[in-house]
Every structure is written in C-alpha cells, then in structure tokens.
C-alpha cells in the first residue's frame, strides 16, 4: 500500500520496558506500541488477501475483490498517511483479527462475504477521502453501510439483512444504491440526516465516539445504534471531565508518565455500551456498569456511560492499561499460561487463568495510580480518593505476588511483575487516613472470603470455575463511612467489629455473604490463631463458627 511497504524498526530501550513494567509509559514506549499494531494489521491484512488469492470465490455476490484492492492501493499512493490512518484505526483491527477467526473455522452470524467484504468498504472509504473516483460493489447491513472511521449511509424501505449495494464516488461525494434506492451525493461533511450519519468527536482531544461501525464490539459485528442528541451530550460533557482530570498530572522533564496517568492523545475510541443513561446514583457515585477492551483494537475501549468525568477518567485509564499490556504481549509471551482458571482476581467474582490475573494487575495498578494522584491534587472527595487508593494498591499488590509464585513468568513477564512489585511496594509505604485505611482493608478481607466460601470446594479445596456471579456491593459501598451505622455490614465497616459479628450471626439467612461477614468480624474483634485460620480457609470453617474469646 502506497508504494515500497515500510517496516520500521522496532526497538524497545530499557528505560522505556521499565516504565511500562512499572504501570507507566514514555512517549517512546508509546511509539513502539503503536508501531508493533501498525505491523500486526500489515500481517494479518496479508493473510487475509492470501486466503482470498487461494480460495476463489470467498466475496460471493460482491464479486471479484481485486478492484477493491487495487483502489485501495491507489488512494494510498495519493495520502499515504490518510491510509496508515484507517488501517491503524481499532475498528479494522478487530475486523481482520474476526475475519482471519471466521477463515479458521469459527462460526459467524452474517455470511462470510459479508465479513470479507469489509476490505471494499474499506478502500471505498480511502477513495472517497482522498477524492478517488470509483464504482464498486459494497456489502450492506439492514441497508446501511459503514464507512470505516467516517459515518453510515442509509437506505430507506427494507432490504435484507446482508445484502449488496453500488457505491459511486465522484469528486470526494457517494451515492450508494440498492434494492431501487439511492441516497442523495453525501460527503464525510454532510450533516446528520436521514440518509447520513457521520462519526462523531469528543472534545477536546477528538476521540471518536463510535455508535455505529459494526466492529466496535469485542467480537461479533452488532448493529448500530446512534446515539440521541442528548445522549451525546451528556458523554461530551462528562468526557471534558474525564479530559481535564487526566491533563492536571504533566509528565515528568522526560515526557515519562507513571501508573494512573494517560496520554488522551493516545486513546482513539470510546465505544458506549447501549445507548441508555446509566442507573441513578445510590449511596455516593454508582461505579461504572461495564467497561472491557480487546487486545485487537488498540485504544478502543467499551464503556456504558458512567454519572460523572471522574468514573470515566478512572475507566479510560483502567482500559488504557489493558490496551498496553495486550500490545504488548503481541511481542512476548510473558507467562507460560495452561489457561486453568483456578486464581483468586480481587475484582472478580470467578477464577481466573494466568493471563487474566496479569490483565487485573497491570490495569488496577493504574487504577491505584489515578486515584493515588487525586488524593495528592484533592480534585475529589479525599476519604473516597484515600479508599480506593488502598484498596487497589493492596488488591493489585496480592495478585502480583500470586504470579510470582507460580513460576509460570517468562524472562519478560517476570521484568513487568517485578515492576508492578516495585511499584506497589512504594505505595503501601504512604500513609492513608486511618478509617478509609481500615475500610479497605475491610472490604478486601470481605471479597476473598466470600470468593472463597462460593468457588472453592472439596474434596480437594481448589478454586473451579464456574459461570455463576454474585453481587458484591462491599467493594463500592465500603468507600464512603457510614452515618449511624446500623446493619452488621455498616458496624464493621465502622469498626465495630464486636457488635457486627453479633449482628451477623443473628442473621436468618447464613449465605456466603453473612458468613464472610461474620469470619471478618470475628477475625477484627477476636484476634488470634483460630480467627486467623478461619479467615484464610474460611470453607473449610463450620457454621456457626465457635471461636470462644481466642
């Protein structure tokens, strides 16, 4: 594409390895990530088109793929940089990685050359931008068609669910026509209309907020949903919190940035999920619904809009840090995994496999960090900023030393472990105020117990996975102390552990949740070896548990 293919070198000093083992990046750790993903799409664009050269007839009904090859090569020879734009862009990452999965036998809901004909959506797009015209035949879902990183054409009146369509280009305008519809000549800078819808830009920092590319999700494409105008807005105004939250902490005189901190400049995509608000905040600041990433979209992100910048900060800095680490185990292996889902994730409530437990680390370090940096610059409410601090800096710091035992480190993984030890080392030596000290601590004892008591069993008391889930509304509710504090949760969070675990036990329902409670509390209001040893095998503790005063 655009003439002699360039590969450029890809060297990764070891001051930058130690900055991203750490938590943290450097512009240059940065480039090297993005560089390495640039590659990753040449190669598997690659594979692809070699599947298409050996098994003939893969596009179906769209015919022969080379033209849209061959216009895609042309709009590359005219921008070059528009085309490295759009091949880099997440969304064409994680449509090759589904396609490539789909050519090796993974089952798919839309017809194959469907999915493959994304590569004509694609070099329709690079033309059109670049002012290329061209005429070639284009796959349609429901009647719309995505253009990659730029908007959706719409067809009135009802077309299948896969289908093709004509796209003509003239003069940097399209008409697309299909089943005896034709949209009007539409531009990238046309207006939201009913036959237009363009990508829309967060500001500042212009990240899109992408509602309609059918490969905006994890894995399988979805259809899209176009954000209503107020739902817009509210993401624009919590995103211009989330942006001047994660632009008050610079960089150090290197351009170094340490674990919680996020070039936005870095991020590209910001996916909600759904369409909906959020539900309505409780007690506090409700966290964030869901969040998650994937390792073939780099710095794309699924988010369902949380209430404020501040959980939107915490997320993108979270995602951001699943995003490094999955660039950069596209360049090492750094655990031997046998993928058995058998550890203990503070912030999970099943097992998980090594690899998962590396993700928690690396990105719930970052969250330590971030909330480490609001408790310096006091942007929020310290008592929450001061428990979240604790919390994940102790949580991230138990799963790091989980894989350090289980020697199953590469010589990569062990520098990035070892960095996130040092870390995490340093922060459990800074002080935090007294009661959201205990606080956490309190809720981390709460969450292992009762992931204990629900996922270990015998008669070999190992973790098994299971697909079953639980509530844990310890983990948020713990942050802010209570006022009057009445319920057995509310008085060990209080630090009354005496009167909680009288308050527990008086409980009719002795699930898991009361059970950890109780061993908690009793561990708190009765120290000493039996508490003890009850809390660190609490399944194997029977019920009601007889501590006596020891």
Same mark, same amino acid.
């Given at each position: 594409?655009?003439?002699?293919?360039?590969?450029?070198?890809?060297?990764?000093?070891?001051?930058?390895?130690?900055?991203?083992?750490?938590?943290?990046?450097?512009?240059?750790?940065?480039?090297?990530?993005?560089?390495?993903?640039?590659?990753?799409?040449?190669?598997?664009?690659?594979?692809?088109?070699?599947?298409?050269?050996?098994?003939?007839?893969?596009?179906?009904?769209?015919?022969?793929?080379?033209?849209?090859?061959?216009?895609?090569?042309?709009?590359?020879?005219?921008?070059?940089?528009?085309?490295?734009?759009?091949?880099?862009?997440?969304?064409?990452?994680?449509?090759?990685?589904?396609?490539?999965?789909?050519?090796?036998?993974?089952?798919?809901?839309?017809?194959?050359?469907?999915?493959?004909?994304?590569?004509?959506?694609? +070099?329709?797009?690079? !033309? =059109?931008? %670049?002012?290329?015209? /061209?005429?070639?035949?284009?796959? @349609?879902?429901? *009647? $719309?068609?995505?253009?990659?990183?730029?908007?959706?054409?719409?067809?009135?009146?009802?077309?299948?669910?896969?289908?093709?369509?004509?796209?003509?280009?003239?003069?940097?305008?399209?008409?697309?026509?299909?089943?005896?519809?034709?949209?009007?000549?539409?531009?990238?800078?046309?207006?939201?209309?009913?036959?237009?819808?363009?990508?829309?830009?967060?500001?500042?920092?212009?990240?899109?907020?992408?509602?309609?590319?059918?490969?905006?999700?994890?894995?399988?494409?979805?259809?899209?949903?176009?954000?209503?105008?107020?739902?817009?807005?509210?993401?624009?105004?919590?995103? +211009?919190?989330?942006? !001047? =939250?994660? %632009?008050?902490?610079? /960089?150090?005189?290197?351009?170094? @940035?340490?674990? *919680? $901190?996020?070039?936005?400049?870095?991020?590209?995509?910001?996916?909600?999920?759904?369409?909906?608000?959020?539900?309505?905040?409780?007690?506090?600041?409700?966290?964030?619904?869901?969040?998650?990433?994937?390792?073939?979209?780099?710095?794309?992100?699924?988010?369902?809009?949380?209430?404020?910048?501040?959980?939107?900060?915490?997320?993108?800095?979270?995602?951001?840090?699943?995003?490094?680490?999955?660039?950069?185990?596209?360049?090492?292996?750094?655990?031997?995994?046998?993928?058995?889902?058998?550890?203990?994730?503070?912030?999970?409530?099943?097992?998980?496999?090594?690899?998962?437990?590396?993700?928690? !680390?690396?990105?719930?370090?970052?969250? /330590?960090?971030?909330?480490?940096?609001?408790?310096?610059?006091?942007?929020?409410?310290?008592?929450?900023?001061?428990?979240?601090?604790?919390?994940?800096?102790?949580?991230?710091?138990?799963?790091?030393?989980?894989?350090?035992?289980?020697?199953?480190?590469?010589?990569?993984?062990?520098?990035?472990?070892?960095?996130?030890?040092?870390?995490?080392?340093?922060?459990?030596?800074?002080?935090?105020?007294?009661?959201?000290?205990?606080?956490?601590?309190?809720?981390?004892?709460?969450?292992?117990?009762?992931?204990?008591?629900?996922?270990?069993?015998?008669?070999?008391?190992?973790?098994?996975?299971?697909?079953?889930?639980?509530?844990?509304?310890?983990?948020?509710?713990?942050?802010?102390?209570?006022?009057?504090?009445?319920?057995?949760?509310?008085?060990?969070?209080?630090?009354?552990?005496?009167?909680?675990?009288?308050?527990?036990?008086?409980?009719?329902?002795?699930?898991?949740?009361?059970?950890?409670?109780?061993?908690?509390?009793?561990?708190?209001?009765?120290?000493?070896?039996?508490?003890?040893?009850?809390?660190?095998?609490?399944?194997?503790?029977?019920?009601?548990?007889?501590?006596?005063?020891?």
């Amino acid at each position: 594409m655009g003439g002699a293919p360039r590969f450029p070198s890809l060297t990764l000093a070891g001051d930058d390895l130690a900055a991203l083992a750490a938590g943290g990046t450097t512009p240059d750790a940065l480039t090297f990530l993005e560089l390495g993903e640039r590659t990753r799409r040449l190669v598997l664009l690659k594979e692809l088109l070699g599947a298409l050269e050996r098994t003939p007839g893969l596009t179906g009904p769209l015919g022969d793929w080379t033209a849209a090859w061959q216009l895609l090569e042309r709009a590359a020879t005219t921008d070059p940089d528009l085309a490295e734009s759009l091949l880099t862009s997440p969304q064409i990452g994680s449509w090759l990685a589904h396609t490539l999965r789909r050519l090796n036998g993974q089952d798919g809901a839309a017809p194959l050359w469907s999915d493959i004909g994304r590569l004509h959506a694609l +070099a329709g797009t690079a !033309a =059109l931008r %670049t002012g290329l015209d /061209a005429t070639l035949p284009v796959p @349609l879902r429901d *009647g $719309t068609l995505s253009l990659p990183g730029t908007g959706l054409v719409r067809l009135p009146g009802r077309h299948p669910a896969h289908g093709t369509g004509t796209l003509t280009l003239t003069g940097g305008h399209l008409t697309l026509t299909a089943g005896g519809h034709k949209s009007p000549p539409l531009s990238p800078a046309s207006a939201p209309g009913p036959y237009w819808q363009p990508l829309r830009l967060l500001q500042p920092g212009r990240i899109r907020l992408d509602d309609i590319d059918p490969y905006r999700d994890l894995d399988e494409p979805v259809r899209a949903q176009p954000l209503e105008a107020a739902e817009f807005a509210s993401w624009q105004r919590i995103y +211009a919190d989330a942006h !001047a =939250l994660l %632009t008050a902490t610079p /960089a150090d005189a290197t351009g170094r @940035l340490g674990p *919680g $901190t996020v070039d936005v400049t870095a991020i590209h995509t910001i996916v909600p999920w759904r369409s909906s608000a959020p539900p309505p905040a409780t007690d506090g600041e409700a966290p964030v619904q869901l969040s998650a990433s994937t390792g073939d979209a780099y710095a794309s992100m699924v988010i369902s809009r949380p209430p404020s910048g501040l959980l939107l900060a915490e997320t993108l800095v979270h995602e951001f840090q699943h995003s490094k680490l999955a660039a950069l185990l596209h360049h090492f292996p750094l655990v031997d995994d046998d993928r058995a889902e058998r550890y203990y994730a503070p912030w999970r409530s099943d097992p998980r496999h090594l690899t998962g437990l590396l993700h928690g !680390a690396y990105a719930f370090t970052g969250v /330590a960090g971030f909330w480490r940096e609001r408790l310096r610059d006091g942007s929020t409410d310290p008592e929450t900023a001061a428990y979240y601090f604790a919390l994940r800096r102790l949580q991230a710091r138990l799963v790091v030393r989980t894989l350090t035992l289980s020697e199953r480190l590469t010589e990569q993984g062990r520098a990035v472990v070892e960095g996130l030890a040092e870390t995490l080392g340093g922060w459990l030596h800074e002080a935090v105020p007294a009661a959201p000290l205990h606080r956490a601590r309190t809720a981390a004892r709460l969450h292992r117990t009762e992931w204990r008591l629900r996922n270990v069993r015998p008669p070999h008391y190992t973790p098994r996975a299971t697909e079953d889930t639980w509530p844990d509304p310890r983990t948020h509710g713990f942050a802010r102390a209570p006022q009057g504090p009445e319920t057995a949760d509310e008085l060990l969070a209080s630090g009354r552990s005496e009167q909680a675990l009288a308050a527990y036990l008086r409980l009719p329902d002795p699930g898991p949740a009361v059970r950890a409670g109780a061993l908690v509390a009793a561990a708190a209001a009765r120290p000493g070896r039996r508490t003890r040893a009850a809390l660190a095998r609490p399944e194997r503790t029977p019920w009601p548990p007889q501590f006596g005063d020891a």
